[in-house]
């Protein structure tokens, strides 16, 4: 699993290897890994590798505190929570469907009641009158046949946006030459543009590191966005494509299925912050 895999690196030997472990924890908010670091620092003698524990640590308490986690962030990212919703409204509707069909239903069964005693006194009208009264009765206690149909007709449209996004396997595909791109353009806009195919083209955790560091690093702001947005794809995905494999997503899913509205709707966003404290240098 890639958490397992961070925190297990955040333990070896290399300062180096821990220090980018750290980095890219902090990178992708990643609050599950709050305890772990904070053992980590009890520990940590290297002065760069203490940094970034501080700088990852103030980092990630604040964003817990906004309530963004992982998971939510999955959900939210790959539309789950829009499936979900959609779901439950499709569910609804159908049941309002039955209520109403239910509904008319009785209503046509007491108009063939009504006709019923209706038709039995006409016989002896009949008899008496001739036909006129009988055929004026028959007009007004025939339902509309036309009406029936047209309110059991359900609006079932398509909801746009609503299908969810499943994960892509990741992958070992080839990133020094988006990576170098990410470093080496002069301009901000080929950075960024080189961020976004790590994530979006390759797709390959081992790009990590450098994300985080363009993230840390880059003088630009669209530059440390795009950054920071590709490194929490790639680990989004990976998250996502391991619970779907090992059965986790399923079981989320189901479990959110009665209490679609509240999952929903606390969906939260890695907050923005107006002075975040000062990151290492890898």
Same mark, same amino acid.
């Given at each position: 699993?890639?958490?397992?895999?961070?925190?297990?690196? /955040?333990?070896?030997?290399?300062?180096?290897?821990?220090?980018?472990?750290?980095?890219?924890?902090?990178?992708?908010?990643? &609050?599950?890994?709050?305890?772990?670091? *904070?053992?980590?620092?009890?520990?940590?003698?290297?002065?760069?590798?203490?940094?970034?524990? &501080?700088?990852?640590?103030?980092?990630?308490?604040?964003?817990?505190?906004?309530?963004?986690?992982?998971?939510?962030?999955?959900?939210?990212?790959?539309? *789950?929570?829009?499936?979900?919703?959609?779901?439950?409204?499709?569910?609804?509707?159908?049941?309002?469907?039955?209520?109403?069909?239910?509904?008319?239903?009785?209503?046509?069964?007491?108009?063939?009641?009504?006709?019923?005693?209706?038709?039995?006194?006409?016989?002896?009208?009949?008899?008496?009158?001739?036909?006129?009264?009988?055929?004026?009765?028959?007009?007004?206690?025939?339902?509309?046949?036309?009406?029936?149909?047209?309110?059991?007709?359900?609006?079932?449209?398509?909801?746009?946006?609503?299908?969810?996004?499943?994960?892509?396997?990741?992958?070992?595909?080839?990133?020094?030459?988006? /990576?170098?791109?990410?470093?080496?353009?002069?301009?901000?806009?080929?950075?960024?543009?080189?961020?976004?195919?790590?994530?979006? /083209?390759?797709?390959?955790?081992?790009?990590?590191?450098?994300?985080?560091?363009?993230?840390?690093?880059?003088?630009?702001?669209? /530059?440390?966005?795009?950054?920071?947005?590709?490194?929490?794809?790639?680990?989004?995905?990976? &998250?996502?494509?391991?619970?779907?494999?090992?059965?986790?997503?399923?079981?989320?899913?189901?479990?959110?299925?009665?209490?679609?509205?509240?999952?929903?709707?606390?969906?939260?966003?890695?907050?923005?912050?107006?002075?975040?404290?000062?990151?290492?240098?890898?």
């Amino acid at each position: 699993m890639i958490l397992d895999n961070l925190l297990s690196v /955040v333990q070896q030997t290399d300062a180096i290897q821990r220090l980018n472990a750290i980095i890219v924890l902090g990178t992708v908010d990643e &609050v599950e890994a709050i305890p772990a670091l *904070i053992e980590a620092f009890r520990s940590e003698r290297e002065p760069d590798v203490k940094q970034a524990l &501080v700088w990852a640590g103030k980092r990630l308490q604040s964003v817990r505190q906004s309530g963004y986690s992982t998971l939510e962030a999955i959900f939210q990212h790959f539309r *789950i929570d829009r499936a979900l919703a959609a779901d439950a409204d499709e569910r609804e509707r159908r049941l309002l469907d039955q209520m109403k069909y239910k509904s008319e239903m009785e209503h046509i069964q007491r108009q063939e009641n009504n006709l019923k005693e209706t038709l039995t006194g006409t016989a002896v009208s009949t008899a008496l009158f001739g036909l006129t009264g009988f055929m004026s009765g028959m007009g007004g206690a025939a339902p509309s046949a036309a009406d029936f149909i047209s309110s059991n007709l359900g609006s079932d449209r398509p909801q746009h946006g609503s299908q969810r996004i499943m994960p892509t396997r990741p992958t070992d595909g080839e990133i020094r030459i988006y /990576v170098r791109r990410l470093h080496d353009e002069k301009d901000p806009a080929k950075r960024a543009t080189a961020a976004q195919n790590i994530a979006r /083209v390759v797709n390959n955790p081992a790009a990590l590191p450098d994300l985080a560091a363009a993230f840390i690093e880059d003088p630009a702001q669209a /530059v440390k966005d795009a950054a920071q947005q590709a490194a929490k794809e790639i680990y989004w995905n990976a &998250v996502y494509w391991e619970m779907e494999q090992d059965g986790r997503m399923k079981a989320e899913i189901e479990r959110r299925g009665g209490g679609v509205g509240e999952s929903a709707s606390s969906t939260a966003a890695a907050p923005s912050e107006a002075n975040p404290p000062q990151p290492p240098q890898p």
